[in-house]
């Protein structure tokens, strides 16, 4: 059989020379020099991309070693069966193979009991394609990504209020110009170091900086003020201090009146929110809480940033709000230097959840179940609108549901329900084993589905499970587009060249697609003529991208979306005139605090929590096989107090085991008056025994289907001597 041939990328000769970095959201510009050799490319920091003028962090400065990795996969791996070990395979053997596992399942189990899993780390275009091929070939609902681990919360918050989502409403630039920056939940000092630059402009500029965390970070170091909350207090947190505002006179009333709707519902409910009812939730003196909103009332500017720390809760999209709640009643959002956003995570984490790889949306940011947005994406494919599948799964739900379909009453679910019902699942750049919360229900989840099929350059937890796995382009030997955290979209240029036997995700997208009978609907002879349909199917969307192109990109050093011509210059600073709901207002919108999915008790009495180390990155596939990175930080540690660690009579070498109500993890301790005596915390880069998210549990919000990363009960279950080896 003659299959479609590969896309065309840039050819060998025309490599290019500035592209950004894999890692995070900040997309960093680096220049690199691809060699002939056996020697990893050189890598600097661009100094003309001006999002990170040349800075790095160490991840980024060490990139390119993964390139020529000697663990690099380099031919498609097989088994008959998960008790024999994989063999090389050929790629249509390969192929076959998986579309083979679709077609089973869809002709025994119907379509739906297909699932995709993508990433925030997908370009894109591929974002685009995998959500069309869901959709068209497999004709599933079950898509679903990991960014929903991640930004989902904040997104969530945004919508609600705002009407759309940009995690950054401004360029980071303008966080220079801020008379106040609020960081809640943030430790960007770590996670995208490069952003600590515009902090330092800001501070020389007079600026002050404020950090919410129940750690002292790097990054509340640096800060004016440290307010060191009680894990899953911080919806109780801006709630006391809009009461506060309001007692204090500080509203901006003529602002809350020509520019928001619902403030009175607000108003209400934080009067609940008495400084000794919120210092008893949060941990915060009503002292600290007064001069927060004294330093945002004298402040001619403000900005509230939201990370992680406050977002990965089961409450999380409503804390997202109770913050937008005190933006909007100071009337930050849309004044120059000022308003809330989100420090988005993923390389593509903001693309990546605007084109059709969430279980709820369609390309430019379309709702699924909205019947003029469906109308439109069937249009576009040139299908009935009643053959696109209605909305799936969310990310933990359908990893959750792999398996056999099982009647299952249990108190969670409920009388009459079941489990499974997903057969065959195809992951892309995930590494589902290890970033997923309650990591032992997941394993046997992915061991219990029929078929799995990874696409990975590397033999991940989640690959070395799998049925089949294909080696794919990394970053710098693949073209397309990403969009930043500011919602800036740039190219991601091919600077290096990929070896043989490996294909781009793309390229496997198009070769299931042919196999499942739609060859015609994915036929692209260049990665530019994706590019070309995805952005002309966001045309008229929320997340407009019709008008960029590669041309301006380069011009401009990115565009800012919405940009709905090839004319329009995009758009830096949203919200000037008018928010996005149909009336031009911002919504404000009543929310309470309440418990997280568990709390402290007498069997399992700490707080533990989890975060990143500079060095690594998510579930460390890629950092943890990079020799420099592994050296400077080689293991998960746990940060407790010197109290816990009397209590426990743990001294620094010591190795701890820590047990929640779903697994037990190990880990050398780092005794540090940095943290709260309640709470324990340790990095989620790890699977084996140092992993994390044995611990953590898979409790979601109710909004954004966020599991609750940053908040589990767990005990100290022993302590051993070190021996300071590694954990996996
Ligand atoms: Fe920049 Fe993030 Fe890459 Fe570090 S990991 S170099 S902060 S893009």
């Given amino acids: 059989m003659l299959h479609l041939p590969l896309l065309m990328d840039t050819p060998v000769a025309e490599l290019a020379f500035r592209t950004h970095c894999p890692y995070c959201a900040f997309q960093c510009g680096i220049r690199m020099d691809d060699t002939q050799n056996d020697d990893a490319a050189i890598v600097q920091g661009d100094p003309y991309f001006p999002v990170n003028n040349g800075q790095l962090c160490i991840k980024g400065w060490t990139s390119s070693a993964l390139l020529k990795h000697p663990e690099r996969l380099l031919h498609p791996l097989i088994r008959d069966s998960r008790k024999e070990p994989f063999r090389e395979a050929g790629w249509d053997e390969a192929l076959d193979r998986i579309a083979g596992a679709m077609i089973r399942t869809r002709e025994q189990h119907g379509a739906d009991a297909n699932g995709v899993f993508g990433s925030g780390a997908l370009t894109n275009e591929k974002t685009y394609l995998l959500g069309k091929f869901a959709r068209l070939a497999m004709g ?34 303008d966080i220079a110009k801020t008379g106040l920056a609020i960081l809640v939940g943030s430790n960007c000092a770590d996670t995208l170091p490069p952003i600590m630059q515009w902090f330092e402009k800001q501070k020389s500029n007079g600026g002050r900086l404020i950090v919410i965390d129940p750690r002292r970070t790097p990054t509340a170091k640096v800060a004016d003020a440290h307010l060191a909350t009680t894990p899953g207090s911080d919806l109780a947190l801006a709630n006391g201090l809009l009461y506060l505002a309001i007692e204090e006179g500080y509203l901006n009333r003529e602002y809350i009146s020509a520019r928001t709707n619902g403030f009175e519902a607000v108003r209400a409910t934080v009067l609940g929110y008495h400084p000794a009812h919120v210092e008893r939730i949060t941990g915060v003196s009503e002292a600290q809480l007064r001069l927060v909103v004294r330093w945002m009332a004298a402040a001619e500017s403000c900005m509230i940033l939201s990370g992680r720390g406050a977002e990965q809760h089961s409450k999380g999209a409503d804390t997202c709000n109770a913050w937008i709640n005190l933006a909007l009643a100071f009337g930050l959002p849309g004044k120059p230097n000022s308003g809330w956003g989100c420090l988005t995570g993923q390389g593509n984490g903001q693309g990546g959840r605007e084109h059709g790889q969430k279980a709820d949306q369609l390309p430019g940011y379309r709702l699924i179940e909205n019947p003029a947005h469906r109308e439109a994406m069937a249009k576009f494919w040139n299908v009935p609108e009643q053959s696109l599948p209605r909305k799936g799964k969310s990310a933990f739900e359908l990893l959750d549901s792999l398996g056999p379909l099982t009647p299952n009453p249990s108190p969670e679910r409920g009388e009459g329900s079941s489990t499974g019902g997903i057969r065959t699942l195809l992951v892309m750049g995930s590494n589902v084993a290890v970033a997923s919360p309650d990591m032992p229900r997941i394993a046997e989840r992915l061991k219990s589905c029929d078929f799995l099929a990874v696409c990975d350059s590397f033999l991940s937890e989640t690959a070395n499970v799998a049925d089949v796995v294909l080696p794919v382009y990394q970053w710098a030997e693949e073209s397309g587009t990403m969009t930043n955290l500011e919602g800036r979209v740039i190219r991601r240029r091919r600077t290096a060249r990929p070896p043989r036997g490996v294909r781009g995700d793309l390229d496997v997208i198009r070769g299931l697609a042919e196999r499942l009978g739609c ?10 003529e994706v590019f070309d349909e995805f952005r002309a199917a966001t045309a008229g969307a929320p997340a407009d991208y019709s008008g960029i192109t590669y041309e301006k990109i380069d011009a401009q050093d990115g565009v800012f979306w919405p940009c709905p011509s090839e004319e329009h210059e995009g758009t830096p600073r949203m919200f000037a005139e008018r928010f996005h709901h149909s009336d031009g207002k911002a919504k404000f919108l009543p929310v309470e605090h309440r418990e997280g999915g568990e709390k402290p008790c007498e069997a399992y009495p700490y707080f533990f929590t989890t975060g990143r180390y500079k060095e690594h990155y998510n579930s460390g596939v ?27 009579s743990i001294l620094s070498s010591s190795v701890v085991t820590l047990e929640s109500r779903r697994g037990r ?30 611990l953590t549990k898979g409790a979601l919000d109710p909004t954004s289907r966020m599991p609750e990363f940053k908040l589990a009960a767990v005990r100290i279950a022993s302590v051993g001597r070190g021996s300071e080896g590694g954990t996996e």
Avoid at 519 to 528: C, D, K, M, V
Avoid at 622 to 634: C, G, H, I, S, Y
Avoid at 640 to 647: G, I, K, S
Wanted: include cysteine.
């Fill in 622 to 648: 890629q950092t943890r096989r990079v020799e420099k990175l592994l050296a400077t930080q080689p293991l998960p540690r746990l940060q407790l107090h010197p109290t816990v660690a009397n209590r426990h």
């Fill in 140 to 173: 599933t609902a079950n898509i679903d990504y990991n960014g929903r681990y991640c930004m989902s919360s904040a997104a969530a918050g945004g919508n609600r209020a705002f009407g759309i989502d940009r995690g950054l409403p401004f360029p980071v630039e």
């Fill in 665 to 694: 993890a190990e880990f050398t301790v780092d005794i540090s008056q940095d943290i709260r005596p309640d709470t324990l915390f340790a990095p989620f880069h790890w699977g084996g025994k140092g992993a994390a998210n044995a």
């Fill in 519 to 528: 060859a015609e609907q994915f036929s692209f002879a260049t990665t530019r």
